[in-house]
Structures are given as structure tokens and as C-alpha cells.
């Protein structure tokens, strides 16, 4: 059971990381520079999309156990969740990205030798891009519900003919084929938004005709229970400490080894966490499948079988992690392929990396399976003490005192800091435990 929901989840997430690393090949024919600009502006909007993904992964703990519970006034009150919170963040962050965004992008390259020119072209990718946040995220919610009802299918289906759309406006916007403008990087952000708003029209058209049991009409929009939606909240607030302090200590990261050179190791860090995010679907799969799984049991209040599925979904994704390293390891040979136009230097810094992503993959697709047991029992404390605690303690320090005290590269610096993601299993192997994510939480 576990294979079928993960395996059309993954696939989805290498759809649209292939698309991605698609992007990224254009883009890089445009030459370091712009890769550069395109790949700081991406790791800005990573920090609203982990928000977001947070906000629909707290909507899907309630909505995987209410769906167990076969409760759809409660898989509604989810769902409106997900969308009136995250439709409210989407228009504020589309305001900043619109109106001024280069302070936020100077962020990450102080200290680059080509940091003026980076900016530039990043400023012009990120307000043209922020148009597709609004309708990210309604896709964004309708999707990951319906997954949590393992309607796995029509998500990838869906998605597969948006990333088709994305990949077509790529080739006709970015270098100006069959008689369209060029527009180099403004012409992927349009595709995007393009791509976006198309995806969006279909994933609303088609819960209009199915009507999933989370389905709600726009008249009944509004019609929240505050009480669960304030748990709800509460949930996610604890969430998004946990997964913020994540991805500031990864931002943080990025800005300090992006210091350590010129624009080869902006864009050469940019091309090795392109392919690499082909092997990192595995950690949506294991959560979606964890969370489909393992919430219906809970939401049925079925405890000792919670129990055994939670020790062999653990071993599954260990096993999944060395089968992940495998496939990175042979994935090196993409790289002269994909990213030939990028100098020597970058190409070689994005070897690297995508070798040191694949040793440490069985490590991390574990931990993250620790994550989605906890949570789905509605234990969010857990990922606050692991995140925080360790992230703002090691990560973070230990990252400036190899910036300002080594003189290494980018890639040993990188490979170094990630060994603290094994004081995380060790502490999250412990919490876990006490089975405080043990709980039924539609009673």
C-alpha cells in the first residue's frame, strides 16, 4: 500500500523537478550570470514555499485522520484552512516580490565578486515570477488533499500537463523561438505563472465535477468552526517555528559558501542541487505515504496497528535512502550533459555536491519519515526541539566559524555542517519513543 501512494507522489515531484533542472539548462545557456540571479531568487521563494508546504502538511495531519475517521464536515474545516491561510500569505508575499525585492537578494551574495550583476537579474526574475504565488497555492492545497485521501492520481496527471505547458513557453519565451519575444530569465518567470494559472483552473475544475469529500462550495467558504480551526492554527504555528528555523539555517548556509567565490560557485551550487532534487523526491513520497497511511489508522483510532505500520514505514525509507544514494551517485554523468554551458569551475563544484547529497540520502529520507510519524499523531514539539535546537546551537554557528576561520570550499563546508543532521536522528529516535504522536485526533 505504502508503494502505491508513494510511487505516483514521486513521480509527480520528479515531473516537476525535471522541468526544474529543464529551466535550469535554459537558463544556464544564458551564461553564469543569469543562472546566478534565477538560483538567488529561487532561494528566497523557497523560504515562502516551505512555509506554505508547512501550512498544507499541519491541514493534512487533521485531514488524514479525519479522513480515517470517514469525517467530511471535519476534511472540509481542514481544507478551508489550508486555503484562507495560505491565500492570505501568498498576497503578502506577492506584494514584497513585486515591489522591492532586491534587499532581500543582496542577502544572498554579500560578498560575491559579481554580486551588483546578480541582483539585477534576479530582481527582474522575482517580480515578473511573484504574479504565480496566488495560484501556487490553491493548487498547492487541492493537491496535497487530495493525496491525503489517496487520490494520488489525478495530481500527477494534472501536474504532468502543467510542467508540459511550463516546459513549451520555456522554449518559445526564454531564447525568443518561433517568432516570440525573447525575454531570457523574464520569460521562464512568465512560463511559470503561465504554467501556474493553468494548473490551478484545472485542479478547480475537476473537484467542481468530482467533489471530493473535502469539497466546498464558494458561498460556504467562510463557514469555519473557530475552535478547530484555532487548534489547527496552533498546530502550524509550531510547524512553522520548526521549519523556519530549517530553512533560515539553510539560507543562512547558502549565503555564507556563496561568499566563497565569484558567480561559478553561486551558479555551480545552483546546477548540483538542480539535479539533486531529482533523488529528493523520495522525501515527499515517504511523507505523503507516511501521512496517508498512518493518519487513517490513528483517525480510526486504531493504536497497536499505528504501532507496527510506524516501524515498518521507518524501514522502508532507510532502505528507499540507499537505493536514492545509488541513483545520485550514477546521476553525475548528467552533469557535462545538461550544464555544458557553465565554466569548468561550476561544473566541478556541482559535481561534488550532488555526490555529497547522495552519501547523506539514506540519513535524511530516515529523519524525514521521523518527521512525518510525529506529526501526523499531532506532535509538533517534537520538530521544534530537533529544528531549533540543533539548527540555531550547531548549524548555524558551525557554518560562520568555517566561513571565517577555514579557507575551504563551498562543497567540504556543506559536507561538513550536514553531519549534525545525525544528532537529529539520534534526538528524534528518542522522542519518539515516549509516543506522544500516538493519538487520535478526531475524538
Known sequence: MALSIAIPVMLQQLIQNLVSLIDNFMVAGLGDISMSGVNIAG??????????????????????????????????????????????????????????????????????????????????????????????????????????????????????????????????????????PRLEVVGAAFATVVARIFEMVIFIVYIYKVKPPFFVRLCDFFNVRIKLFFTILVKFAMILISEMCWVMSETITTALYNSRGGADVVSGMAAGFAITNLIFVAFTGVHTATGVILGGTLGANRLEEARNQRRWLQNGALV??????????????????????????????????????????????????????????GDTIMGVIVDVGINALMVIPGMFALTYLTNLGPVIMYAIIKLTDFLKIFVAGIWLKKERWLKCLTQ
Not at 64 to 87: C, H, P, T
Open 43 to 180: 532561494q528566497i521563494n523557497f523560504v515562502f514555499l516551505v512555509l506554505i508546504t508547512g501550512l498544507c502538511t499541519t491541514g493534512g495531519i487533521f485531514m488524514s485522520q479525519y479522513n480515517g475517521a470517514k469525517d467530511s464536515e471535519g476534511m472540509q474545516q481542514a481544507f478551508r484552512f489550508k486555503l484562507i491561510v495560505g491565500l492570505l500569505c501568498a498576497i503578502i508575499y506577492t506584494a514584497v516580490c513585486y515591489v522591492n525585492p532586491a534587499p532581500l537578494l543582496c542577502l544572498m551574495v554579500h560578498g560575491n565578486e559579481n554580486a551588483q550583476e546578480i541582483v539585477v537579474v534576479g530582481t527582474d526574475y522575482m517580480r515578473a515570477v511573484s504574479w504565480s504565488w496566488i495560484p501556487m497555492v490553491v493548487s498547492l492545497a487541492i493537491g496535497s488533499s487530495l493525496r491525503e485521501i489517496d487520490k494520488v492520481k489525478p495530481p500527477l496527471m494534472i501536474s504532468v500537463c502543467a510542467t508540459i505547458v511550463n516546459t513549451v513557453l520555456n522554449y518559445f519565451l526564454i531564447y525568443g523561438n518561433c517568432g516570440f
Open 320 to 377: 528507499l535512502g540507499f537505493f536514492a544514494t545509488g541513483i545520485g551517485c550514477l546521476s553525475t554523468v548528467l552533469i557535462p550533459l545538461v550544464f555544458a554551458n557553465l565554466s569548468l569551475a561550476s561544473r566541478n563544484i556541482a559535481r561534488g555536491l550532488l555526490l555529497v547529497n547522495s552519501v547523506y540520502m539514506p540519513s535524511w529520507i530516515y529523519v524525514n519519515s521521523q518527521f512525518a510519524i510525529s506529526r501526523v499523531g
